[in-house]
């Protein structure tokens, strides 16, 4: 099923549903008449027209007005559906139930993002609040195959996101009973609650380890956390989900024990297994029920039903049937890093104990204490090794880094969650009715600082970060199938027919090469990879841009170009890429007849036009401009998007964001390029460019 989401999401344009209909119709009658293997073949491809039938009315269901364009500050109202505090004393509110001034109602979006740096008093979920705000359309990937925000915003029913440029003035308290609405305000309330009494250095990681809001963690907390390897404990997952059963599970167990009339009557490990269930579902709905949450849940409320019904818990069926439910209500969520990264982890876990779990040398000897706390820390230090090399090859591919000191970390760090700040997280959140959390509430906050330090620590220790370039999308599609390949065979002599796919994983992401040259969507950033880094036009513009062309090239740094620089690259320089000089005006690269040149003013466009087999500028092209065989300006970029560009001598590859991504759903269709121009002209220029707001990304 997921290889025929895979299918849906990779194709270039909406498969009809005509064609899947009639193929699944024909697949089924064919699964009816078949026997032995050709049944078995039938089986699976019937699962991939499911999956790819399932993404279509997926993206049908969703389907709500997106903004087209950029606004002007406008009168809107709406009804919050969530608040996310940020850093400082911003937040950025989910609204629903919208009216916008200007706007008809079959075209206003069903959801806005917005982020709020003005006042919003007491505003809480389930309000109805005004205010006046400058709005953008969900922003398009910043480079070809980059992270698709669009994409992300069309499947979550967001139409547009933006700033607010006024106070928020609420106009209605919230009067309808809301179970989601109750939930935000209570998650909202909590959390700050928690930064109230903790501080602002570890307030806001243990509030996000009890309700899921982590945009108020400081951003050199996160990227000490995501360098030392223990990102995953920002995400409530499996770890957190699975603690905070295990600690219900024990204590209720105990307390029933103690209860003769209850527990000489009743199995008092059932019973123990229903109220850890019923916590482990209250800490899911107050955590945001996230991609990995959701399965953390599936998966603990299916090990508690083995457990009532005496079965074994921990097998790869399990892990294949939450895989199953999850993308069976969220088909988008095959894409997610979250999703990817989790299910790697856990399948590779599950699958290792599965192997090792007949290992006599793995068994404590439970009669001495000191070894079964060696024990204790083999385990995590196996599960550190195991789950590191699991999510290693979608780290690369989605975040352009591999950790080295992941282990060190996460022998501090993991025994800390397990023992001090889930189980006091827990006995905080008990207390808290009755007011009485605060000393609970201190020791996990203790925890929690113990684990940031550490981070920091380790985040400071040589090579403790690897920046390295974007994988292809075909590399990982065979790490995937060699992971598989490995811990789905039973015999040791198909397990080995994952080192071939290995190989080829591994020669696909070695010739991955970055591009030579990067042109923003505005065309107000350009890029040159360098041996010293990113080359950049500017560093005052773009800078989310600027960011993620760093990673994806595999740059440690951005740096301003010049000719010096430039020159001096030369004496370094790539084999098959020219030399590039610049000055004010723009930048030329190489000779004639495969001169490539960048114009960033009217002069240097008019010169170029004359000389250059490539044209790249930052302005409009207007007029007839005869040399050039290639002109990509600024009207090219606001249709097609970022453009990449690689230079092999006379050969030269162009990708554009456009292309990458296809005429999907999610996609928006500009108009032709002369049309844009008369409108260009008609306008005076004074808003076809405005970029889009940087903030929310």
């Not at 250095?201 to 030392?228: F, H, Q, W």
């Not at 999850?326 to 299910?343: I, N, Y």
């Not at 599965?354 to 196996?382: M, Q």
């Not at 979608?394 to 970390?409: I, K, M, R, V």
């Amino acid at each position: 099923m997921g290889c025929g989401i895979g299918v849906y999401f990779a194709s270039p344009f909406e498969i009809p549903v005509i064609f899947t209909g009639l193929s699944f119709i024909l697949l089924l009658a064919l699964w009816i008449v078949g026997r032995g293997v050709f049944k078995i073949m039938m089986t699976a491809t019937l699962l991939m027209i499911s999956g790819l039938m399932l993404a279509q009315w997926r993206s049908a269901q969703v389907a709500a007005p997106v903004l087209n364009e950029s606004t002007r500050p406008i009168a809107l109202s709406g009804q919050i559906a969530r608040i996310e505090p940020q850093q400082g004393t911003s937040a950025r509110f989910t609204l629903n139930q919208l009216q916008m001034a200007g706007f008809d109602p079959h075209d206003t979006p069903q959801k806005i993002r917005v982020t709020v740096r003005t006042q919003f008093g007491e505003a809480k979920p389930g309000d109805r609040v005004s205010f006046r705000a400058i709005l953008n359309p969900p922003p398009e990937p910043v480079i070809p195959d980059g992270f698709d925000f669009a994409r992300d915003a069309y499947f979550k029913g967001i139409g547009a996101v933006g700033f607010a440029v006024s106070d928020v003035a609420i106009i209605g308290r919230a009067t309808e009973f809301s179970i989601l609405s109750k939930i935000e305000g209570l998650r909202y309330q909590l959390a700050d609650r928690v930064r109230q009494r903790l501080g602002p250095d570890a307030g806001p990681m243990a509030a996000a380890l009890l309700t899921g809001m982590r945009s108020p963690i400081a951003e050199k907390d996160v990227n000490a956390m995501r360098v030392a390897g223990l990102a995953h404990l920002l995400a409530i997952s499996g770890l957190h989900i699975g603690l905070v059963t295990m600690v219900a599970f024990f204590v209720l167990r105990a307390g029933i024990a103690l209860v003769p009339a209850i527990a000489l009557r009743l199995d008092g490990r059932k019973l123990a297994a229903i109220g850890a269930w019923m916590i482990a579902l209250g800490y899911f709905l107050l955590s945001g029920a996230t991609i990995p949450t959701q399965r953390a849940f599936l998966m603990t409320s299916v090990i508690l039903l083995a457990l009532l019904m005496g079965r074994q818990p921990f097998t790869l069926r399990l892990v294949a049937f939450s895989a199953f439910i999850t993308l069976l209500f969220s088909p988008e969520a095959l894409l997610s890093p979250s999703f990817q990264m989790s299910f790697a982890a856990v399948t590779a876990l599950v699958g290792a104990y599965e192997i090792l779990s007949g290992k006599s040398w793995l068994k404590p000897d439970k009669s001495r204490f000191g070894r079964r706390i060696a024990f204790y820390f083999l385990g995590v230090s196996l599960t550190t090794i195991i789950a590191e090399i699991a999510i290693a090859p979608f780290a690369a591919y989605h975040f352009n880094q591999f950790t080295s000191y992941g282990l060190l970390a996460n022998l501090v760090a993991v025994p800390l969650m397990a023992f001090v700040v889930m189980p006091a997280g827990l006995l905080a959140l008990i207390l808290m009715p009755l007011g009485l959390e605060g000393w609970a509430l201190d020791l996990m906050g203790l925890g929690v600082s113990i684990i940031l330090k550490t981070a920091h620590q380790v985040t400071g220790l040589p090579g403790a970060e690897w920046i390295i370039p974007a994988l292809p999308t075909m590399a990982l599609v065979f790490f995937v199938m060699a992971g598989l390949c490995f811990f789905l065979w039973q015999q040791m002599i198909l397990r080995l027919l994952s080192l071939p796919l290995l190989l080829v994983a591994a020669a696909l992401a070695a010739s991955q090469r970055p591009p030579d040259l990067l042109i923003s969507r505005d065309a107000d950033l350009f890029g040159a990879t360098t041996v010293d880094g990113l080359a950049v036009s500017t560093l005052s513009k773009a800078r989310y841009s600027r960011e993620q062309w760093t990673r994806v090239t595999g740059a440690e740094t951005a740096f301003l170009w010049n000719k010096a620089l430039m020159e001096r690259e030369a004496g370094k320089g790539r084999a098959g890429r020219p030399l590039a000089q610049c000055d004010a005006m723009g930048c030329t690269m190489g000779t004639a007849p495969n001169l490539i040149s960048i114009a960033f003013t009217p002069e240097a466009l008019r010169e170029d036009c004359h000389k250059a087999h490539i044209l790249l500028a930052a302005i409009p092209v207007w007029g007839a401009c005869p040399i050039p065989d290639i002109v990509i300006d600024r009207f090219d970029v606001w249709r097609d998007g970022a453009h990449a560009l690689w230079i092999d001598g006379g050969n030269i590859k162009i990708r554009s964001v456009r292309e990458a991504r296809g005429n999907r759903p999610w996609v928006r269709n500009r108009q032709h390029k002369e049309t844009e121009q008369n409108q260009q002209s008609d306008e005076d220029g004074s808003s076809a460019f405005e970029s889009p707001d940087e903030s929310f990304q």
